[in-house]
């Protein structure tokens, strides 16, 4: 183990395309013992060398991402069996895979963005109903200064522009400070 670098997160750059599905097929088959991820590799990449497997095997816990284990049982053939490292699995899964975990925080992380939104919008309709109540007031003062007679044309066209004036004051806010 002494000649295993340390990886400190995963990363494309530091495996060529083979070494990655051979990571993966190690992900798969972890555990396993060194002949049978052996086999997975040659059947997967269709080698028929001896070594070409094992080389993939190799090159992997020399640049740490996987590791041997040698069994702890009592005789002469003990199995050495291929593990990745924790920290790997865990890159690996927030990289490609996502677990149940990733999955819980990626909601969570969906619904804060959300409620800071829904809390955008609320203050947008507060905003409106602000206007709305102004333009009520308008209406109401109108009413007031106005005699009866003439109400008709002149209470239209004051509706109208304290309306438009409101409308078109709130549009340009928005568009001036829209993203």
């Known amino acids: 183990m002494s000649n295993q670098k340390s990886v400190d997160s995963f990363s494309l750059r530091n495996l060529s395309m083979r070494e990655l599905e051979a990571l993966m097929i190690i992900l798969k088959d972890e555990g396993q013992e060194l002949p049978i991820i052996k086999t997975a590799i040659d059947t997967q990449f269709k080698y028929k060398s001896r070594t070409k497997g094992y080389d993939y095997i ?3 816990c020399t640049k740490g991402f ?10 002469k053939q003990r199995p050495v069996r291929i593990y990745v490292k924790k920290n790997i699995r ?6 490609f895979l996502p677990t149940i975990t990733n999955l819980n925080d ?9 409620m800071i939104e829904i809390k955008e919008e609320e ?5 409106f ?19 009866t007679k003439s109400q008709n044309k002149k209470i239209q066209k004051k509706i109208t522009d304290t ?5 078109r004051a709130e549009m340009l806010k ?3 400070f829209s993203k």
Do not use: C
Request: proline share 3%; charged share 40%.
């Open 163 to 167: 309306i438009w004036r409101y409308f």
């Open 90 to 95: 865990r890159e690996y899964e927030k990289l």
């Open 123 to 127: 203050k947008l309709r507060e905003k």
């Open 106 to 114: 990626s909601i969570k992380k969906l619904s804060k963005d959300y």
């Open 58 to 60: 190799e090159s992997l």
């Open 174 to 176: 928005i568009e001036m």
């Open 66 to 75: 996987a590791f041997k284990k040698t069994s702890t049982k009592p005789g």
């Open 129 to 147: 109903r602000s206007y709305t109540e102004s333009i009520l007031q308008a209406i109401k003062n109108v009413l007031e200064e106005i005699p």
